[in-house]
């Protein structure tokens, strides 16, 4: 059974790439990255390279898969705003990159069993997208579930995200 829910009728992989592009502007690149420069450890100092200075569409999911940890790692000491920023970049290439969908569907949910957002870093990160990043981000939840089936992981994922990035009337 595929899915087919109600956000924006886009149905090729290049109509949600160009929707993602239109409402996730490259600049203002953010300045920082982390949300703890002190801390010292390997894995922000690859981030830092890996990230810093770029534009998002200028950052790929080999990059991301190059740090060598989970993104769910990656969020856990990236700045909210930051991490927000860069998520697009996972989202447009998981459209470009088989198999990636599940790896774009991680980076936007917590890290928890049911998916529930908890705590200030959540709070902020979900504060930073806006009524048109939301459609965009809705359209590309949209687009992936009818890659899928209802009742399969990625189709469970789906709905999950639709409930945290869903546009507020």
Not at 51 to 61: A, C, E, H, R, Y
Request: hydrophobic share 45%; with cysteine.
């Amino acid at each position: 059974m595929r899915r087919n829910d109600h956000v924006m009728p886009l149905t090729s992989r290049a109509d949600i790439a160009a929707l993602l592009i239109a409402h996730f502007p490259e600049q203002p690149v953010p300045a920082s990255i982390l949300v703890d420069a002190d801390a010292g450890m390997e894995i922000q100092q690859d981030r830092r390279s890996a990230f810093l200075g770029k534009p998002w569409t200028s950052v790929s999911i080999d990059d991301w898969r190059m740090l060598g940890v989970p993104i769910s790692v990656c969020k856990l000491y990236m700045r909210p705003d930051s991490f927000a920023y860069y998520l697009v970049s996972i989202l447009h290439g998981s459209l470009a990159t088989d198999g990636a969908f599940a790896l774009a569907l991680d980076a936007m949910l917590p890290s928890n069993q049911r998916h529930v957002p908890k705590g200030a870093w959540w709070t902020a990160f979900s504060g930073t997208f806006t009524v048109a990043q939301r459609t965009a981000i809705s359209a590309y939840l949209q687009f992936v579930g009818a890659q899928a089936d209802a009742d399969d992981e990625i189709g469970n994922l789906v709905n999950a995200a639709q409930l945290l990035y869903r546009v507020s009337a």
